[in-house]
């Protein structure tokens, strides 16, 4: 049928990470018709390149960002009831470096963000002694005392999953590997291109347009707006080094330098270690990788601390990604504010509909992410009268329904239904898949059931719900996004996962 005959999208949403399945999501909850494309896999780029935190982002607070981290805060204690099988609380350790800042200002700082939150379910910060305590576990002797504090770590990649889920659970549409090739304003609609792929193109029209592009923003606006965009995009390339792990406690480090900067060590997946990031700016962005002198400066800083130090040769992955972020002025990369900014271009008009409006998203983090949608849907609302309230705050995303909230319970009920499916298997999958991991279980009573075994936990059953209901449909899909499996696996294991997706998608 001609696109003129079609009934239009409300909202045409470009850009399958954080931002776009969040607004995707929250729109379709609002009773909009919504339509998001994304050019690749989901969180395919930012949003799986992250440091895996949900924090409010205590050196923030140097930076006089009080706004931000209290938002970020209160949005953690969201996230935490929302989606427990995602986001799980973290204790991190700042050893005490008196030559950076003084122990005076680490209290006051700290003392600020156990509370501009508001009310906090989290344990509140107290100072420790680190050698012979479980605190000071890995780093060298030197460091007599040290500060803890609460946070949470998260599985960005799959929470950016669970929302596009409860998304097209909610009514939206979300195609990947589907290319926006074209966009203009025509008789109060959005008429845009979609090319898929495989080369199919097909047109849609939309009463409005966001813009969740992330790095690609500015390219986004500029192929659709007749107007050179105003706003000014500062690319800063954020790197990680992933290595065998440092220590045996279940707490992260938060390392000082003299740079100013901030380096996590953080417990990955029971074997590894994550380690960043950096803050370089960058002007090409469409394939980050790692320098060497990232690797060197992130090898230097965590050796400057730890007792065994680290070298090249044991690094087991590393991974980059490119923030955009709003350019504030500010010279320093890692002092650029980590806030967003939403800009609405649309025809002048009276309220309502016919304008043809596209809201463009820049900057922002994936804890405020949701509190980004409700903003977005916001300043959207003028142009969609009756347009249902916001309604995420307390609403569970989707496998997230545990009881009080407790994943190590759920994963030990799991344990109990299956008895003879290995322990550690279930629990992974429960972190994966909360509640939705029994649709991947059925009825198994062995790990045979569950079709080929890959390795490291991950086996035919889950590739193939993930292909069917995660819009998976490559190796790197599986094994860096769906899953971190790939991680502990052999060259061998991951191209047996890449060999049985070719066989099942019918190209081998």
Known sequence: MPTAYLPPYDLLIIGGGINGTGIARDAAGRGLKVLLAEQDDLAAHTSSWSTKLVHGGLRYLEHYEFRLVAEALAEREVLLATAPHLIEPLAFVLPHER???????????????????????????????????????????????GFVYSDARVDDSRLVVANALDAQAKGAKIRVRTRVTRARRESGLWHATLTAADGRVNGVTARALVNAAGPWVGRVLDSISATPMQEKIRHVKGSHIVVPRVHTEEHAYILQSADDRIVFIIPFHEHFSLIGTTDIPVDDFDHPTISTDETEYLLALANAYLARPLTKEEIVWTYSGVRPLYDDGTTNPSAVTRDYVLRVDAFPGPAGSGRAPVLSVFGGKITTYRK????????????????????????????????????????????TSFPRLPTAFLRALAARHGTRATLILGAA??????????????????????????????????????????????????????AYLDRRNGQA
């Not at 509370?115 to 605190?135: C, D, H, I, N, Q």
């Not at 409700?374 to 347009?387: R, V």
């Not at 889950?462 to 599986?478: G, H, M, P, Q, R």
């Open 99 to 145: 030559h950076l800042r003084p122990a005076w200002l680490i209290r006051a700082g700290l003392f600020l963000y156990d509370r501009l939150g508001g009310e906090m379910t989290l344990p509140k910060s107290f100072a420790v002694k680190l050698p012979g305590t479980r605190w000071g576990a890995g780093l060298q002797p030197r460091f007599a005392k």
């Open 372 to 415: 980004l949608a409700e903003a977005a849907l916001t300043q959207l609302a003028p142009f969609f009268p009756g347009l249902k309230p916001a309604w995420t705050r307390t609403a569970v995303l989707p496998g997230g329904a545990l009881a009080n909230g407790d994943r190590n319970a759920w994963a030990a009920k799991l344990g």
């Open 445 to 498: 009573k062995a790990l045979s059931d569950l079709g080929q075994d890959f390795g490291a936990g991950l086996t035919q059953r889950e590739v193939d719900y993930c292909v069917a209901n995660e819009w998976a449909s490559t190796a790197d899909d599986i094994l860096w996004r769906r899953t971190k499996c790939g991680l502990a696996m052999t060259l061998a294991q991951r191209e047996a996962v890449a």
